[in-house]
Every structure is written in C-alpha cells, then in structure tokens.
C-alpha cells in the first residue's frame, strides 16, 4: 500500500494535471484583471458577473489544450528514456513558451478591449500585415501600459516557479513490451480526454465564440470568452460564404442596393451642387467628444472650433460601421462595410470592382488626392486609395520634412494640414476631392511639446489630442478662407471610428459607434436642416454622389441622406454578433438569432431588453438577414459595381 502512494506522489501524470491547474488559474487571474481594468464597460449584478467567471472556466479549458497539445503528445509518448534532462527541459520550456504565449494575448485584450470592445480575433495578424507600424509603436504602449508588461513577467515567472518537472516511474523488472503498452494505453486516454476538453464538453456540436452568448448574453460574453479561444476560432476561417436566407425575389424586394437616380430634398435647389470637396476624416473622433452631440458632458467642449461649426453646418446623428481605422476608410470611401473577421482592406475582397467615391466623381472630371500625415504603407491606405481610383496619395514621405515627425505614428496634424492647403491650391485642378485623414488623437496621444501646458481639458489621455486636432483645424480653416478655392468648396467631417470612454452611454453597443457627421457649405448656413436622422459612414458614397448630380446607376449599401424618403439605418459587426439600429431601437443578432432589442430612446445605455415584446422584430431580422445576404453574395461574386451586375 506504501509503494503505491509514493507512486501516485511521484506521478508523471499527477504532475501533468498539477501543471494544467497552474496555467487554468493564471487564466482565471488575467479574466479577472480583464474586468477589473474595463469595469465600466460592463453592465451586469453579481449573479451574472460569476456566471460568466464561471463558464469562463470551460472556454479556458479548451484554448488551453489546444495550445499544449504539442507540450502532452510529447510528454505522454510511449518512448523510453524520458527521465533524460534534455526531454525534461524540453518539455518544461515548451510548456512556459506556449502558456506565456496565451496568456499575453488575455493581457493585451485587457488595454486593446476598451478600444475595439471585442475580445482580439486572427484579422490582428492582417492588421500588422498590411503596416500597423507595430515595431514602432510598441515603445510607447510599453512606457504607456507597463503594469500590463509587469503583470506579464510575472506570470512568466509563476510558470517557471511552480512548473513541476515530472519524474517517470519506472520499473526494472517491469517487460519492455508491457511498459510500451501501458504508456500507450495512457496516451490514447489522455488524449481522448483532451478532445472532450477541447470540444467544450459532450454536447453535439463543439463549443465557439457565439456560445458564449448562450451562458452569460450579449453584455457579458467579453468576460466568458479568453483571447486565447478566439484567435484559434477565426484562424484561417474563410472570409464569407454564400448564403440564401431568401430567394433572389424577396430577396431584392427587402433591401435592393442598385440606384438608377438620386434624390435631394432635403437640401434647397438654390444650393450650388458642382463644387469641390474636401472630407476630413478625423482619427478617433467621437460624438462625445462634442457638446453639440453630448450636452451631459462632464468637462468643458474639447473641440470649440468644431462646435462652432457645427452651429452653421448640416449636422447628422453619425454612426462609424467598425472600431478601426482599417476598416472605417472604406465604408466612408468605398461605401463598404467590415461585417467580417477581417477588414475589407486586407481581405480576399479587397481588390474587387467596386463604385468609389474616387472612382465615380472621376466620371464628372473631378481629380482626387487622398492625404494622410502617416508613414507611407501604413494599414495598406497608399495601396488602397489607388485601387479606389485616388489620382495620388500624398503621406509622410512626399511631406519631405522629419522635423515635424511625431515619433510615432507620421507628421503632426497642425503642420500637416497647412501642407495640404498648400498642395490643395497647387496642385489640385478644379473640381477636385480631397480627403484628409488626421492621425494625432491616436495613442499614444501626444501632442507638440510647445502645447503641452495648454491642453490639458478632459479626464482621458486622448482628450488633449482632440484638443489639439481642433486647434490645428482651426488654423487649418483661417489659411484656407484666404485662398480662391474655398467658398467653391463643400466640407464634410467626421471620424473614423470612436476612442475609449468611461462613459455609461458612450460605452455600451450603441455608443462606441456613435460619430460626428458636419456637411459645412461657406455660403450657407445649413444648421437649419440638420434633423437628428442616423447617418451610417456607408452613407457618404450615395450622398455625395446625391450631391454632386452623379446621374449614372450604381450599387451603395448605404443610403442617400440627402434624400428624406431613404432607409434610415446602422449596421455594425463584432464577432460574433451582428448590430442593427433602425427608427431608435438597435437589435443584436447572430447566427442562433435575436439576441436582444432595446429601446434608444427610453433606454440609451442599454439596460433592459424589450426582445420578447418587440412587434416588429420579425421585420427588423428579414431586413437584416437581407442585408448580410447581399454584402456576402456581392462580395463573393464581385457584384458591388454596376458592369459586374449581370
């Protein structure tokens, strides 16, 4: 009796599941941290709160054993030997290297959520392909976050501290054969076990990311998931597949995106519509940045020049179609949105025939230019503008002077935009469109030296950099009221996407997506017409093709805004959901269906669902269902131009 419990002290394979331990609760650590460091954008009781800490456990389970599946196919092989300090090194430095591997990810999602407000899935990898500028940025998020590197190095040496190195038993007198035997009877089960472990457990289908929503909803499945899971769910997964929710007929009598003309009511006919146009696209600008849009807000306006603006100008209740850059330039530019685990940039897609605004304004003899102060190759935006028909794209490195070089991300925004009103004037033949994409509100959020001590308003780091992107708008504008182009000009400003928030009502599914839409003609005020309709970033290619008088058909997913009788929608995607808003409601659905359904206008932060009661969820689904059946359909078949129609 004394033998066999020194054997079962001693066990390799006790060892084995004491190693498992360590990593499930260092997992269990890190999703703690995970909601500690984003409490606010989650809304929950403490029920909910440890039901999702709980399930948590299952979805840790399996990433977990996806990743160490090399670490235990090696250590339960059925080979002699293993007691060799080699193998045992071996093992015990893979385990640390895999482990610590998966464990940063969940450390990284704990700063990266509150910016993407999804757990990180495989497009990461497509976003530092195509120019992240991540070697260069790395710096400054390690100076910025470094208790996340801390809290990582620590795990590493937990790992390596209590990672218990195993001693295989072994009997002389046991035969050769019956040894060879036992350890592949061990093998097969264990890895058996494993299987169960990585499938989630018995269920008829393997567990994935939706199900997550099944155990905690909506709100709560950031803290079930892991990032670890995530990555692996989405890796190598195909881009769309075709789908059929209806049949070709109903299908284009529920959303039927081709345009033969295009409406203006909502403008004056006196309104000069052959001018020029200038976009400013403002990195991460957000509605609550704004008082005009955010009245509540707690610090005084962060953005005076833009307020101003916005008391003249033609002001829409905007909504951004993703969280990042890469995927907010074309759904402004092109009219396509990212419903997909990649953006459209980078995706299998992205060279597909499509109608630009570049493109189609060419038709009318405008010559276009798309600026951007940053490194050239920066999220593909050089070889994007191109294959939208950008005459030129005009980045950090025809700018020719370093001097005004940020240190991290490309050319300080007051410099910049004094260079393109300079080259506007220069080289810009009439009519023309340029947009202008800012970068300086993007961490790491700094500004000149000189401007230091003078913005300084707000309680998050990114609110001195609006400050400042303000202030270089407005010397921006002062330059251009002197030039002969400008009263020729129609302005549009918006952003991007959203930047990270502490607030309740900008923080939750429908306020991370809320952005500023400002239509500025110098000659008029058309504050007058502003109406408080959504205005998804889809909408800019039929607007302004609306505006411009563009008289041939083409294919939009967004709608003409100009136009009072268009749909009048948002559409937004996170994986693995997808978000409707429609007349105030917005609607989560996925693939299992309605998820939830709230009401905007009695309940902005999102706190009671009204899904099991709601009249028209029926109708809100077929449209929806309609809507992600053409993007994929058309997508696939490259079917978004009007040539590729038939």
Not at 489 to 511: L, P, Q
Not at 553 to 566: C, E, K, V
Not at 577 to 582: C, D, L, R, S, T
Request: proline share 3%.
């Amino acid at each position: 009796m004394k033998n066999k419990i020194d054997i079962i002290k001693k066990s390799a394979y006790t060892k084995l599941i004491i190693n498992f331990i360590l990593v499930l609760v260092l997992m269990s650590v890190s999703r703690f941290l995970f909601y500690i460091f984003n409490k606010s954008l989650f809304e929950n009781n403490g029920i909910e709160l440890a039901n999702a800490f709980f399930h948590g456990i299952r979805f840790d389970i399996s990433a977990l054993i996806y990743i160490n599946i090399l670490y235990y196919a090696i250590y339960l092989l059925p080979v002699l030997k293993k007691n060799n300090k080699y193998f045992r090194n071996i093992l015990k430095y893979l385990f640390i290297t895999l482990n610590s591997i998966a464990l940063s990810t969940n450390l990284i999602d704990i700063i990266y959520y509150r910016f993407t407000i999804k757990r990180t899935t495989a497009d990461v990898f497509e976003y530092l392909g195509v120019g992240g500028d991540f070697e260069k940025l790395l710096p400054s998020f390690l100076k910025d976050f470094w208790y996340i590197a801390l809290i990582f190095f620590l795990f590493v040496i937990i790992l390596y501290k209590f990672y218990q190195t195993p001693v295989f038993a072994t009997k002389k007198q046991e035969k050769l054969y019956i040894k060879t035997i036992w350890q592949s009877a061990l093998f097969i089960i264990v890895m058996g076990i494993s299987i169960i472990g990585m499938r989630g457990g018995f269920q008829l289908r393997p567990i994935n990311i939706l199900s997550a929503s099944l155990k905690s909803g909506t709100k709560l499945n950031a803290i079930v998931l892991n990032t670890p899971f995530t990555i692996m769910q989405t890796l190598g997964k195909s881009d769309l597949s075709l789908l059929s929710y209806m049949d070709e007929r109903e299908l284009e009598k529920t959303f039927h995106p081709i345009y033969q003309k295009t409406e203006v009511n909502l403008l004056p006919d006196t309104i000069s519509r052959r001018k020029n146009i200038v976009m400013i696209i403002v990195e991460s600008l957000s509605q609550e940045h704004l008082k005009y849009y955010n009245p509540e807000s707690s610090f005084d306006t962060l953005a005076p020049f833009l307020e101003k603006l916005c008391t003249k100008s033609l002001c829409f209740d905007g909504y951004a179609n993703g969280k990042k850059s890469i995927e907010g330039i074309p759904a402004i530019l092109s009219g396509i949105p990212t419903l997909m685990n990649k953006a459209f940039i980078s995706s299998a897609y992205g060279n597909n025939q499509h109608h630009s605004l570049a493109f189609s304004l060419q038709e009318m003899g405008y010559k276009s230019r798309f600026y951007h102060g940053g490194s050239n190759g920066t999220m593909g935006f050089d070889a994007y503008s191109k294959n939208a028909g950008f005459d030129s794209y005009i980045g950090r490195n025809e700018y020719h002077n370093e001097a005004h070089y940020d240190g991290n991300w490309g050319i300080w925004d007051e410099h910049f935009l004094q260079f393109c009103a300079q080259d506007i004037t220069n080289k810009q033949n009439h009519p023309f469109l340029s947009v202008i994409f800012t970068l300086s509100s993007h961490h790491p959020y700094s500004i000149p030296e000189e401007y230091k001590n003078r913005f300084t308003k707000g309680n998050l780091p990114i609110h001195k950099t609006i400050q400042y992107t303000d202030f270089a708008l407005e010397i921006f504008f002062n330059t251009i009221k002197k030039l002969g182009w400008f009263n020729n000009t129609f302005f549009i400003i918006t952003g991007d996407h959203t930047s990270e928030t502490n607030s309740k009502v900008f923080g939750n599914t429908n306020g991370i997506f809320k952005i500023p839409v400002i239509f500025y003609d110098p000659n008029y005020n058309l504050s007058q017409f502003s109406n408080n309709q959504l205005f998804q970033q889809i909408d800019f290619l039929p607007t302004i093709l609306a505006y411009t008088n563009y008289n041939k058909p083409f294919i939009a997913l967004g709608n003409n805004r100009l136009d009072t009788n268009s749909e009048n929608f948002a559409i937004q995607y996170t994986h693995p959901n997808y978000q409707f808003i429609k007349d105030n409601y917005l609607m989560i659905w996925s693939e299992n269906g309605v998820e939830s359904i709230y009401d905007l206008k009695e309940d902005i932060v999102l706190e009671k669902d009204i899904s099991l009661n709601f009249k028209r969820k029926d109708e809100f689904e077929n449209f929806l269902k309609a809507f992600i059946q053409q993007y994929n359909n058309r997508l696939i078949k490259n079917k978004l131009h009007i040539n590729n129609e038939q």
